[in-house]
């Protein structure tokens, strides 16, 4: 069952929680809901950025979003995800 003892004890003493872990997690399945799951791991490091003046890069972003099982749609964003997206951007049009 167990390929090697590593395993085993990695099975049996996982690793702990961080607070900050769970308060970003939280943070990032808040955006996505107000997204109305339109937020991916790009606009979520935006907004998480420009509003919450927290770092995170989005390949962290997408392994969070993966094992809380959150998936974008392929759909437009609503109103104020392009205006988060866009807010570092100054004066660039689309």
């Known amino acids: 069952m167990w390929r090697n003892e590593k395993q085993l ?3 049996k003493h996982p690793k ?3 607070l ?8 990032v399945r808040q955006i996505f809901n107000d997204s ?6 790009r606009s979520i490091v935006a907004i998480l950025m420009n509003e919450h003046n927290i770092k995170l890069t989005r390949y962290m972003a997408g392994k969070l979003m993966a094992q809380m099982g ?5 759909k437009s964003a609503p109103d104020g995800i392009s205006d988060a997206l866009t807010a570092n951007w100054g004066a660039v049009s689309l």
């Open 9 to 11: 004890l990695l099975w």
């Open 16 to 18: 702990p929680i961080s």
């Open 20 to 27: 900050e872990t769970v308060k970003i997690k939280a943070l």
């Open 36 to 41: 109305k799951r339109a937020a991916g791991a």
């Open 70 to 74: 959150l998936k974008a749609d392929k």
